[in-house]
């Protein structure tokens, strides 16, 4: 079993910038693709970014090509996204999703085939 501690979030005005971590424990074996996706009251859950193992990217959302930044430290469980040029748009509740199987990690469907998620952070843009 996977385990997902998240941290980050939080209020930030239209422009800014914030920065979400999400660290796997337990049972993390092989290749596998883990990520972001969010829901806004009322809205549908989206995939946000997604990440191999190796840390080569897999997946951004239309909406956030070119202002979000998904990565992975010299801690190959610990994934980073850095979200930048923040818009009201993207107030949500994050998730941190872990997916055993890589297979769909280069598309948005790489989310249902995860198995684990944090605990969720709210961004908030406090414009």
């Known amino acids: 079993q996977v385990q997902l501690t998240e941290s980050g979030g939080g209020p930030v005005q239209t422009g800014g910038s914030l920065r979400l971590s999400c660290v796997a424990s337990?049972?993390?074996?092989?290749?596998?693709?883990m990520g972001w996706f969010r829901q806004a009251p009322g809205k549908e859950r989206e995939a946000v970014a997604s990440?191999?193992?190796?840390?080569?990217?897999?997946y951004y959302a239309d909406s956030v090509k070119g202002r979000f930044t998904i990565s992975q430290g010299n801690n190959k469980n610990a994934k980073e996204l850095q979200m930048n040029n923040l818009e009201p748009e993207d107030t949500a509740m994050y998730y941190c999703?872990?997916?055993?199987?890589?297979?769909?990690?280069?598309?948005?469907?790489?989310?249902?085939?995860?198995?684990?998620w944090g605990q969720g952070t709210q961004v908030t843009d406090s414009s």
């Open positions: 999703a872990f997916a055993p199987r890589d297979e769909y990690c280069s598309t948005k469907s790489w989310i249902r085939w995860s198995d684990a």
């Open positions: 337990g049972a993390v074996y092989g290749s596998n693709c």
């Open positions: 990440i191999w193992t190796g840390g080569t990217t897999g």
